[in-house]
């Protein structure tokens, strides 16, 4: 597998996660310092907006609005031109555990995944709602039963979700309709049985592969973060890993994006473990970059 020349862009992060490219800049989420922040290429950091209740994934409406979910509140949060936040959907009452990753459609569709249980108390793995976000608003039940959806993407045509379960050993795919509704649930990519254990440890311990945050390239493989084997994964369809990727200090890595000009830069959040109790109180996430061959297609 290539090796690639990986390059700190930003450290001193509480805990990044739902990194994006936009508007020729970084957009990322820390949770443990409550705000979303852009990167420029040199690094520094501008912050857009202060989340108190832990902000995950990011997206864009159509007429531009930034969306961001809240996590602990289980809401999402529209921002708009002048960086006033107000709240867009309530989803308390379809989640089974903290809110988290997001992916919005072209036509300002938001699919919301979240823990399906009490990750951080050591809850007994439950599957979870991928929930759906109108762009006005509204909320509904997008897919039952997927083991912690995670990570998302959607193909250039607009016509594919394909979403991450990272306690399922995972990908699932979905046909897109223009109105938001998703159907044909298939395998996009399969590492593995799903865990079948009701004990959270026991559960990690048989998952192969667990899907983080991830994003889709030209060629229609995805690089996903493997949130428990320190490492970035770029994945064919059906589940092979054609490359592996490790930062330096063999730190964890939660999350990635390409993006950059030529969508070639590829974006990695990383920290040395994602347990609360150590990263509210630490100031130890690094953002990475690397280059890689295929740039980036679809959404986010």
Known sequence: MAERDVQVLFDGGGFFEGPRWHDGAWWVSDFYRHQVATYAPDGSETVRVTVDGQ?????????????????????????????V??????????????????VVDRHGHAFVGNFGFDLMGGGAPEPANLVRVDPDGSV?????????????????????????????????????????TLSNRRDWARFGAAPESDD???????????????????????WAADALANRAVRIAPGGAIVEELRV?????????????????????????????????VA???????????VPHAGLP
């Open 55 to 83: 902000p995950s994934g990011l997206g864009w409406l159509p007429n531009g609005d930034l969306l961001v979910v809240s996590m602990k509140d289980h809401t999402v949060l529209r921002v708009d031109g002048d960086g």
């Open 85 to 102: 936040a107000s709240l867009h959907a309530e989803l308390v009452e379809y989640c089974g555990g903290h809110a988290n990753d997001m």
């Open 140 to 180: 509904s039940v997008a897919a039952e039963g997927v083991m912690f959806p995670n990570g998302s993407v959607i193909t250039p045509d607009g016509s594919t979700l394909i979403v991450g379960e990272t306690m399922g050993n995972g990908f699932l795919a979905f046909d897109l309709a223009d109105d938001g």
């Open 200 to 222: 959270v440890a026991g559960a990690l311990a048989s998952i192969a592969v667990a899907p983080d945050g991830c994003t889709l390239d030209a060629e229609g493989h995805i």
């Open 248 to 280: 330096p200090g063999d730190l964890g890595v939660y999350a990635c994006q390409l993006g950059g000009d030529d969508g070639r830069t590829l974006l990695l959040c990383s920290a040395p473990d994602y347990f609360e109790q150590n990263r509210s």
């Open 283 to 293: 100031r130890e996430a690094v953002l990475f970059t690397t280059v890689v061959d």
